[in-house]
């Protein structure tokens, strides 16, 4: 039998044990498997079960063949060695190594047991070649081209494994696998510790707006974005009681302040697994989400997937196979506080992979929480934080953790968005912190977790959350002022807490929340983290950026829109929309709000003016001074405490977003 041939639109190439498959995917994609079991498995993946059907031009010869679908075409040779062109320019986009010598083979299985493979494909680098995407990392970098990224969820470190790159493809490492992929000098390489198959996707497109749609068409684009929340929301480390939170949502209406959401955070509970709320401190959640509501306010509540052993679910959880098991050593996978516990707790996770899991949970959220009203989730913790971080030791209903791990968030938020899907609600908001590929369907703002709060912290958020946006996430934010630290009483973090505001306001997300110091211990709440926590000189300027944030809600909810009908994030860096300025490649600090806003946050302690750039083949127009500036050069403006430095195009009626 030859080793290449075409069967049912698919060039099929087979050596010895392995078999590799290539098809045309969607418009402008091809698809590409290879196992050694002989046929094509079914596995986990992050792809919509529905594509829009391609046929694909396919030729073979003696030397290899090709196979094209649109913009995109894949070269296989005889030995099995594949490689990526753009159709339209003739550019190769990416091409495994060749085999040699002390290489024989780009792609590798070696052997784990079970059926399952440590799985290894190489890949030639390409000169200049800049890589953006694959989820949110605090490395501080936004090309990550030198970069080795884990493909494990973390707190603060996401993985979606979906690159993009600047020779025009994104890439989808379609596998749920703990793993890695190495950006080095010499050759990109992707890992998985444990699968019983190679998957990826390869798209193509002259933009990487086009890009981006290319990956929402795989994986799935975000619903749109309810109105109230692009609003403010108000978050602390935490509020104890009902009236305590109320008290807030009051102050903030009797400022005139314009409160979008209010967060009930942690240890609301009775036990972590039972979902629901301890009523001597939460007595009528009822009538506490009528009087929001009244205020124009929504109550979003922290919900956790741990299981204490004291819950009142936990047995039958476990006789029936919905918690997360052990492949050996106690069933136990975090240690953390409860509720009136006097000592740390052995907690379990319920097993999000398990569809009849799903449902039990749901069940007890929709009774102990929808049925008070409750509209709006977080979902924190939900990696889930394993410790120690032995995923090969965890069992899921879907296969062994290192084989099925990085899919975790991503079937727990499909959990909310179908349980509210069946009660009839069109808008689903999840708050997470953690994602995988094609998280963005089910409703997801990611934040970025539990960072420090430093300006190091705050100039890090910048790049991770432009490589969100490169990753297909475009609901994202962070914690205002960071979350671990921080004394209001300290004339430099109330500085900090001013430039993080002013980041923050050209957010998709516009969210405050942090542990502030003086603190009393995680079952209490921490120092005030409300507007006017942190004196009158930081108020009068948080003040009017809520005011700013307000005028800006128009113009992104467009944005929003676009995200919804085409994949394409509002915040992305300088590059996505000038790609022709090579300058705009090297800019890290900087990112644009759509086509129209330019944003330029001040990012390091006691600086007052901040060097910029302005991309070419635009006239750039300061809102707050009505100065107009050429683009294509590099600037440096005056930017004392109150003034973050943001331009929009002259051709744009975003001009009305300067202070009355």
Known sequence: MSRLRCEDNRLIWQQGQETLWIEPWNLDGIRVRANLAGRILDQ??????EQAPQTALIAIDAQGARLQNGRIAANITAAGQISFYDVETDRLLLAEELGSVARPAARTFRSRGGGTYELVDRFAAQEDERFYGLGQHQHGRLDQKGCVIDLVQRNTEISIPFLVSSRGYGFLWNNPAVGRVELAANGTCWVAEATAQLDYVVVASASYAGILTRYADLTGYPPALPEWALGFWQSKLRYRTQAELLGVAREYHRRGLRLAVIVIDFFHWTHMGDWRFDAVDWPDPAAMVTELEAMGTKLMVSVWP????????????????????????VPAHSVFLDVDSPAAVYLAYFDPTNPAARNFVWEQLRRNYFAHGIRAWWLDACEPEIKPQDHDNLRYFLGNGAQVGCLYPLRYQQMFADGMHEEGES???????????????YGTVVWSGDIPSTFSSLQRQVRAGLNMAMSGIPWWTTDIGGFQGGDIRDPAFRELMIRWFQ?????????????????????????????????????????DLLSLRERLRPYLAEQMNIAHEQGIPPMRPLFFDFGADPHCASVEDQFMLGTDL?????????????????PQGVTWLRPDTGEAFPGGSSITVEAPLEVVPYFVRSSSALLSFAPP
Do not use: K
């Not at 986990?44 to 079960?49: D, I, P, Y």
């Not at 741990?306 to 050593?329: H, I």
């Not at 953690?434 to 963005?440: K, L, Y």
């Not at 330019?598 to 302005?614: E, H, I, K, W």
């Open 306 to 329: 741990s299981v204490n052993p004291e819950s009142v679910n936990f047995t039958e959880m476990s006789d029936r196979g919905f918690l997360v098991n052990t492949e050996r050593g």
């Open 503 to 543: 980041y923050a306001v050209f957010c998709p997300i516009f969210r405050l929340h942090g542990y502030r110091e003086p603190g009393l211990g995680h079952l209490e709440t921490g120092a005030g983290n409300e507007v006017w926590s942190f004196g009158d000189e930081a108020y009068a300027i948080l003040r």
């Open 598 to 614: 330019l944003v330029a946050p001040v990012l390091s302690q006691g600086a007052r003016s901040r060097t910029l750039y302005l």
């Open 44 to 49: 986990e993946g992050a792809l919509l079960a």
């Open 427 to 441: 808008e689903v908001v999840l708050l997470t912190r953690s994602a995988w590929a094609g998280s963005q369907r």
